[in-house]
Structures are given as C-alpha cells and as structure tokens.
C-alpha cells in the first residue's frame, strides 16, 4: 500500500529539522494543532530515528508510519523519535484514522502488518 | 470489545486437549478446513500458552486472539501455540478476516490495539 499517495495532499503537514525531537518516550502530550488525543505520522521527506534509552529501534524512510501504538491504545509514547534529518510529516489525528480504517480497509490491514512486523523483530530480539 | 459475542456463535470451532499443539513456530503450513492461508483463532473456552525456544510468552484467556500475525503478514508462525487446558478455538481465516475489517470497523481497530499491547511489552523486555 502506498501511503506516500495516501498523505501527499494532507493539508497540515509538520516540518522538523535534523535533530529535533518529535516526541519523547512517556510523554503523554497532547497536540491541540491535530486535535485531542495522540497522533501517528507518516513520513513524507527525510528520515525519523526511533529510539529508546539511547539505542535505535528503527529508522523511518518516506511512506513508512511511527506512533501508531498511542493512536491505537492511548497510553504514553512508547519510544522517543527523532528527526535524523530534516523532515516533513504527515500527522494523521484519531478522528482521521478511524475515518480512514473504515473508508480504506486496506489501510486498516497495511496498519496491522507494520505491528507485526515491529513485533516480529522485537520477540526476536527479547527472546535472543 | 467482546470478542466472545463475535465469535460465540462461530460454526466451525475447533477443540484441542490440554498439551496439544496448535500450531508450531516456524510452521508455514496451510490449513485446508478453514480454507487456504493461516488462520487466527478466537480462545472461546481454556487456556493458550504462546512460547518460543521453550519460553512462555503470553498465556490467552478466553475472549483474546492469536495467531494474527502469520494472518496479516502471511509468514510462518513466529512462536509456538499449545493448549494449557482442554480448550476451544475459533479459527478466523483470510476471507472473513477481511470481511469482518471491513464490515466492523472496530474489530479492526481491536486487533490492532492487542498487536500494541504486545509490541510494547516486547519492546520493553527487548531493551531491559
């Protein structure tokens, strides 16, 4: 699925330089700009690091999608990311995403295989 | 979301003994009763024990699912499921996977939610 297709013409796009945190593990901010409750993004340009205590998780490329797990669950950040460079996002709200799980199963599905993927790797990783 | 009414009046349950396998990790192997792909399952009745290389990941109840993952990403089975007690499954194959995504939007968002839930965990336990 492609979701650079998806989110190209989202009208509040967010622009983060290298560097700069996009949000912290913990944190449990909500952003008035998107309206209530957390968002996920989608990475339009640049590269988003993932990371927790100091050591990379992940690293985004474009049309790959971060905080999903807040989104879905409403508990605090489970990680920190980072724009490893500079950066333009697409930040997708509850009521958009539960707008777009309905309109788009498809969408749905390709959320749910990223979670498994991400779980695939990190049980590897535990049970190593 | 109580998987339980989703699934009570499922037509197809299957019944395991306390110590049987239902499906081992590495498995790729499709299942012809319920169609071809992997199956998730619906614990209707008993317990689940999820392991790898002989540890217990999770323990399932009655109203949870697993197996999702080789579901969504069709890749073999990532752990190992055994019945802890006599117990009784629903399977849910590819087809009425997706009919119930598209059909009931939050069944949708509920598999994500459980695919969070266990990526946080494994995420903790992977960098403890």
Same mark, same amino acid.
């Given at each position: 699925? *492609? ?9 509040? $796009? ?12 913990? *944190? $449990?901010?909500?952003?008035?700009? =998107? %309206?209530? %409750?957390?968002?996920?993004? *989608?990475?339009? @340009? %640049?590269?988003?690091?993932? =990371? ?8 985004l490329a474009p049309?790959?999608?971060? %905080?999903?797990? =807040?989104?879905?669950? @409403?508990?605090? !950040? =489970?990680?920190?990311? $980072?724009?490893? $460079? ?9 009521? !958009? ?20 993927? /991400?779980? /695939? !790797? ?7």
């Amino acid at each position: 699925m *492609d979701l650079l297709q998806l989110f190209r013409h989202a009208e509040d $796009t967010q622009t983060f330089t290298a560097g700069q945190t996009i949000f912290d593990a913990g *944190d $449990t901010q909500r952003v008035p700009a =998107s %309206g209530p %409750g957390a968002v996920m993004y *989608d990475v339009l @340009q %640049g590269e988003v690091e993932i =990371s927790l205590n100091n050591k990379t998780i992940e690293t985004l490329a474009p049309g790959e999608i971060f %905080g999903e797990l =807040s989104l879905v669950d @409403q508990s605090p !950040r =489970s990680a920190t990311a $980072t724009a490893k $460079t500079d950066c333009l996002l697409a930040p997708v709200n509850e009521r !958009r995403f539960l707008f777009m799980v309905q309109e788009t199963p498809y969408f749905a599905i390709h959320v749910m295989s990223v979670l498994a993927a /991400r779980l /695939r !790797r990190r049980t590897e990783e535990a049970l190593r």
